[in-house]
């Protein structure tokens, strides 16, 4: 090797940071019989046939001479829901396999459960990496689950977007002049919003109702006992507005009760008006997971995070409608 | 090596693309000069002092000799906007490099442009990988950029939907016996829709409209001379009616006029109502770059292809709005 460059580690390392990776757990057997398992995103496969992956550990890890002693080890890719696993075998110390279900895997080297893919591996070939070794390891068994996998990128764990093989197009391409496309954030967030609530009122019948009942019967699903501009302040934001005459309309289903208190009307929902609601919510839940199958359970889940940043990130300061009080 | 297992090699492979991988261009110069390049996901950093990475090549590759004569490559971690150069430099045949703009590197290795990040690199080792040769290079330079990386998992192009290092909460936690909960993805549709719609109103300022009166013109203003009927085909999922009375309200701003035809009146949008609109556009789009940034680029774009996914799978059979006619 010629002269080595000096690179600022944290550059260098933010620079490699840009791959994005999977996250793996790897694990084997001490020579005194104890579990030993590292988190490592540095797995990739190298051949078919034979099969072979590979991985590299740091030559001053706790761990080497368990995996340079044993030649079986075991590789799991993680899934979405794996995240505290991950951090779990990320850190020095503690008994990382403390409450750690096991499945019997072909060798000695513990298997965990409730993984997107495992591959029980046997040391092929170890090589010289720097101030890591290479392992390279013949797969002799392998499984997989439908299970979302776990992403690394940047350093922060992440979900997968995927991208259907043909572009998703919604509609013609626009002419040039035309400024207001299908690609505006605003467009696809209000044509996504109103279509699953379209959805919803296919699948509610007649009992549908329109989308102020629908909004104030929310709230009061969540929490009732509101007065008018207790309830306003939850909605305000949507430009629907609780009025008396609206919740006439709900009183009127026998959804609502007013009650009058010293500080004047609050609104109480009605057992009938809670049944309501929960059906709304059951089919609600129904059709999130109608569009969950049709994306992917990964892409799903990737949507209601980045919907949930969006979210955070633009509050102009609601009040908590899930708040005790 | 003991005795290989026999696997499906098509199911082999689906279990190893489980685990998810940035896509690199790794390039080198022939021994005539030609440039060499080709897409790769086994990608990995090996170790930090010496700085060394390495992917693999199959040894049927004809690229092989390239690479085994050249001790000089590069590697281009490519950005999400780099899908088609990750397409072109996967196929066998045609002039990879025609068109292709590069920079000026430290060896003749082709180094290419607007990519995530870029190693060059000088190989350190080859070593044996079963039906792949591993490269392990010695990185004499890096770059890198803000651009968002492009993702690959289970044979799909992808992008990262990162998780912040804390969890996102919008809310206390709901008591257990609360079925609708923030996690509900109609919630966070309806909640990301009229807070952003909220933001915008905001940034109007007393240009706002009310919430029909926003979108009929946002109809108009990507197609005029329309019925309401045509109007109605074209907004009736969301709810809101063009009605005479709602479109005389854009009539009395002088945004919309009301022309007679055989078939009935017919609504085109005047210059003001067009000048109107196109600042709603500019405004939607600043919001936009503004949740962008707070989000991260590539977050963003994930968000906006699982909202158009989610759009395409549940469309009620819209009619296009863009249709040339």
């Known amino acids: ?63 080497l001479s368990a995996f340079s002693g044993n030649p079986h080890w075991n590789v799991h890719v993680l899934s979405a829901e794996q995240e505290s696993m991950s951090g779990r075998f990320a850190s020095q110390g503690g008994d990382k396999f403390a409450g750690v279900a096991l499945d019997e895997g072909i060798s000695d080297a513990p298997l965990l459960q409730d993984c997107t893919a495992r591959f029980q591996c046997r040391t092929a070939f170890s090589y010289e990496g720097g101030d890591h070794v290479i392992f390279v390891g013949e797969v002799r068994a392998y499984d997989r689950t439908d299970l979302p996998p776990l992403v690394y990128q940047g350093g922060q764990y992440a979900l997968a977007a995927r991208k259907p093989r043909s572009e998703v197009r919604l509609a013609a391409p626009p002419p040039p002049e035309c400024s207001y496309t299908e690609d505006l954030l605003g467009y696809l967030l209000g044509r996504a919003h109103y279509q699953t609530l379209y959805a919803l009122r296919g699948m509610l019948g007649g009992d549908a109702l329109d989308e102020t009942s629908f909004f104030l019967l929310s709230v009061l699903c969540i929490r009732d006992n509101l007065t008018l501009d207790e309830i306003n302040a939850f909605v305000g934001y949507t430009g629907i507005e609780a009025t008396q005459l609206a919740m006439k309309a709900l009183e009127d289903r026998c959804f609502v009760a007013c009650e009058m208190a010293s500080e004047g009307a609050r609104y109480v929902l009605t057992a009938h008006g809670r049944e309501a609601s929960l059906r709304q919510i059951a089919l609600a839940k129904a059709l999130e997971e109608d569009i969950a199958d049709k994306l992917g359970a990964g892409d799903a889940m990737a949507l209601k995070l980045l919907l949930k940043r969006l979210v955070a990130s633009t509050d102009p300061g609601l009040p908590d409608l899930w708040a005790p009080r």
């Open 1 to 63: 090797m010629t002269a080595q460059a000096s690179f600022d580690p944290q550059a260098f390392r933010a620079a490699l940071g840009t791959f994005t990776t999977g996250v793996t757990i790897i694990t084997t057997r001490a020579e005194d019989g104890s579990p030993i398992g590292i988190t490592a995103n540095s797995f990739n496969s190298v051949s078919l046939n034979p099969p072979l992956v590979l991985w590299s550990l740091a030559k001053n890890a706790r761990s």
